[in-house]
């Protein structure tokens, strides 16, 4: 877009002569948690500062490569399952990220910084079960309906984007249906027998905010989704593949941008939709793929 390629009205809007109209980051979708559920258990065992942040761990890991260190980003198990009815059987819409702990395992002074959650929720949800072992799922809608997009801030390139994620505004509602539904059935996973053998209960601390509503009924859901659903960085579509018959196109099978000669995009912004999956894998795939393109258009491959 600072380039002159972008929807022509915002960038008339700045002064950026246009070398081609199109709907650069109008079509992006991106991926959701929500990460508000928290459950206790009778083991110590869980990833907490205190077990994983020893002399010991310090040693395993750099030493030979184990250890709770070596956990990425404390997610244990995936899990991957359908929660809504769909024309497609065994189709999953939603992924399960299992955390061997909770966002009191690191006392609040990391990770839910990170996720941007203020002192007062924290202080409510979360605060009470400091030292307490703890573990929780991250529900991820995969297929989102809800469209977002970014826009130029100014014509400064040092002046950061303006992202407008638009998250549960699809008209039928349906991200936010399987958002709940994807809560209930976390739910209904720590009743199992697996989960009580360590004495798994589920912290029924309501968030602030959503007193008014009926405990585990859907308006209470919604009311915490909204409060406590965060992004997991899987933005995708901005720069979308497709034929140039395609009103959203941006680039076509061989990532060169339309009307424009000599330029590819090779990142996840050519995604066209929501994938099921997260989006690095993918992301290298498509540079992969991009340098090959690239190759075989100078001739260096056969």
């Avoid at 110590?44 to 500062?49: A, G, H, I, K």
């Avoid at 956990?71 to 955390?99: I, M, R, T």
């Avoid at 349906?174 to 989960?195: C, G, N, V, W, Y």
Wanted: glycine share 8%; with cysteine.
């Amino acid at each position: 877009m600072l380039s002159g390629i972008g929807p022509a009205h915002d960038l008339e809007n700045f002064g950026i002569p246009i070398l081609q109209d199109l709907p650069v980051g109008k079509y992006m979708q991106d991926h959701l948690t929500f990460v508000g559920l928290v459950f206790t258990v009778n083991q110590s065992d869980t990833l907490n500062v205190q077990t994983s942040l020893t002399t010991e761990s310090v040693r395993n890991y750099l030493n030979t490569g184990t250890g709770p260190i070596t956990s990425l980003g404390g997610v244990e198990g995936l899990a991957y399952v359908q929660v809504l009815d769909s024309k497609v059987p065994n189709f999953p819409d939603v992924e399960l990220l299992f955390v061997g702990g909770a966002l009191n395992g690191d006392y609040g002074l990391g990770v839910r910084r990170s996720m941007h959650i203020k002192d007062d929720v924290y202080d409510v949800v979360w605060r009470p079960l400091h030292d307490v072992p703890t573990w929780t799922i991250f529900p991820m809608p995969l297929h989102p309906e809800s469209i977002g997009s970014i826009k130029l801030r100014s014509k400064n390139p040092y002046d950061p984007p303006l992202l407008y994620g638009n998250y549960f505004t699809d008209p039928q509602g349906k991200d936010m249906a399987t958002i709940i539904a994807s809560i209930r059935f976390i739910l209904k996973l720590a009743e199992t027998k697996a989960f009580k053998k360590v004495n798994t209960k589920f912290s029924e601390i309501p968030v602030p905010g959503c007193e008014r509503f009926q405990f585990n009924s859907d308006p209470y859901w919604e009311c915490a989704v909204r409060a406590l659903t965060t992004t997991l960085h899987h933005q995708v579509g901005t720069c979308k593949m497709g034929p140039s018959t395609d009103a959203n196109a941006i680039v076509d099978a061989e990532l060169k941008v339309h009307g424009i000669r000599k330029l590819r995009v090779a990142d996840c912004s050519v995604i066209p939709f929501a994938i099921t999956a997260h989006t690095s894998a993918p992301c290298v795939m498509i540079g992969e793929k991009g340098a090959d393109l690239i190759k075989r258009s100078w001739g260096a491959v056969r």
